[in-house]
């Protein structure tokens, strides 16, 4: 500590070491800030490539808040049997989709929303070239011609059986425009449950996540969705939801959290 001092002093006597002593210890240190910042860039790039690398990989990343489950209209929107739409609620935007139409229906049941309809079209197409011809069975229906529907089943079949397979007026997925049954022009096996075993039901149910539709009312899923099996009802919720419960063989329900509260009547 004492040499340090003398040292000091006697720098401090001669101005020119003085001088240089200073602008050595100067441009060390710029020097050594400019390694430092060089060193943390090179570091950092890595780092960013490594958490895109689990976004990718991590299927937890699914952000289920995207889009809202509650609101009508929205692309998750969840119409069931507890969850009713807005009374008299009607899609904005309804149009016919350029697809083999049911000629037995009104021309309103033949509609979709935009979205619906564009995707449908390009579904329809892809089954086209692999030799199947769909046509669209039954579109948006209103909450009039859902009653009278419901109303018909219950007379055939009873209020409890109806239930399991037609919904109450007001609670219908095909009023949201974006819910619809499928069919091939041949009407083989029409909204009937052989149809799944049907090369026609095989392939909507392998290819529709594809084109943003899930089958809405899967084999043994009854007590998740209120629904029995319907290999014809198909639901749009835009690719990435469908490829998602595609993957992992779940309802809308499971998927949200939602089941616990949903069963047949
Ligand atoms: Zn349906």
Redesign the pocket.
Known sequence: MCSAIILYMKIRKDRKLFYYITAALTILIVILVAYICVAEKAVAPTDTNASKQSEKTDPQKFNKTRYSIDEPGSPWWIVSKNRPLTEGYLPPDLVTPNVSLNTTKSASENTLRRDTAAALEKLFAAAKLAGIDYMLA?GYRSETLQASYYNNYVAKSGQAEADRYSARPGT???QTGM???VATIDRRHY?DQAFGEDPGGIWLASHAHEYGFIV?YQKDKEPMTGYMY?P??IRYVGTDLAKKLYSDSQTMEEFFGLYFSIGPN
């Open positions: 039954s219908s997925e095909h819910a619809l049954d909204l809405r319907e014809w009802h």
